[in-house]
């Protein structure tokens, strides 16, 4: 099992930023592909961006031009900078590891290690 520890999270106003951050030991961000995901009180839980083993991102429609996903391979760190937010972003942000490759980075079924999440709360 991977540790990962979600940081960041707090309440913002519409159009406001945070900057999330997913710390884990004993796991080699570079080698691997890693996602940020989101759940909001009863909607099933969704892919935000998730970041491959070569450097190449992908994000959701809802979040395009707004958010970005970096890691700092150094620091064992994967990011989620988060610009422009809107109430709708509103939601528990968990980060994920360990991409099996049979699925869409963004389908939870892709990662089997999860994050306790960080809350982010937009207000208008």
């Known amino acids: 099992q991977v540790p990962l520890v979600e940081s960041g999270g707090g309440s913002v106003q519409s159009g406001g930023s945070l900057r999330l951050s997913c710390a884990a030991s004993g796991y080699t961000y570079s080698s691997y592909c890693m996602g940020w995901f989101r759940q909001a009180p009863g909607k099933e839980r969704e892919g935000v961006a998730a970041?491959?083993?070569?450097?190449?991102?992908i994000y959701a429609d809802s979040v395009k031009g707004r958010f970005t996903i970096s890691q700092d391979n150094a620091k064992n760190t994967l990011y989620l900078q988060m610009n422009s937010l809107k109430p709708e972003d509103t939601a528990m942000y968990y980060c994920?590891?360990?991409?099996?490759?049979?699925?869409?980075?963004?389908?939870?079924?892709?990662?089997?290690?999860w994050g306790q999440g960080t809350q982010v709360t937009v207000s208008s």
């Open positions: 970041i491959n083993s070569d450097g190449s991102t």
């Open positions: 994920a590891a360990d991409c099996t490759g049979y699925y869409d980075e963004l389908d939870v079924a892709e990662y089997g290690y």
